[in-house]
C-alpha cells in the first residue's frame, strides 16, 4: 500500500496560496493600494517624450541630484541591505516597484497607519535614511533635499519642459506624402 505524505505538503500549499489571495484581495479592497494623486510628479512622464538633448541633460541632473543629495542614497542603501539579510523583502519591493509602474502608490508602513501616526513614521524614517544624502551633499557642496525639496524642483523641471512643449511650433512634415520641394532662386 502506498502512503500519500506528499499530498499534505500540497495541501498546506495550496492553503497558503489560497490565504495569499484572499488576503490580497481583501488588501485591494480595503483601499491599501491607492492610486497616485496627479499632482505629484512622476518620472514616468517622461518615459517617451521627445525632448530637446538640453532638457533631457537638465532632467537627469535634477534626478540624480535628488537621488544622490536626498534620502534617496539612504532608502536605498537600507532596501538592498535588508533584502541581502532578508531575502524575503525582495518580494515586497518588487511588489511595490509594480504597484509604482501602474500609478498605484507603493505600499509602505505609513500607509496603512493613520494620517498622524503615518506621517510621523514617515518623517522618523526619513531622519534614518537621509544620513548618507546628508554627508554627500556636504562633502559636494551642496544643499540637502528633503523629499519635498526633491518634487518640488522636480515639478519646476517638469513644468518648465511642459511649458517648451507648447512654445514650439511643430516641425513635423505635412501628411500629404509629397516630398517638400526647395525652391531656387
Known sequence: MRRFGSSRISCSRR????????VACGAMGCGII??????????LDLIGKPMPPEKAEEVLSE?????AYGPGLGDTA???GTAVVFPPYAIYLLGNAVLSLSGY???TVSSLLPPEDGKAWSESYDSIVS???KVVAAMAGH???SR??????????LDSLNESDTEQPSTRQPDNHEPTRVQEK
Open 15 to 22: 492553503v497558503s496560496v489560497a490565504v495569499l489571495c484572499a
Open 34 to 43: 491607492r492610486e497616485k494623486p496627479e499632482s505629484e510628479p512622476s518620472n
Open 63 to 67: 534626478v540624480g541630484k535628488n537621488f
Open 78 to 80: 537600507l532596501s538592498i
Open 105 to 107: 502608490e507603493p505600499v
Open 131 to 133: 544620513g548618507p544624502g
Open 143 to 145: 544643499e540637502y533635499r
Open 148 to 157: 519635498e525639496v526633491g518634487n518640488a524642483k522636480m515639478r519646476e523641471v
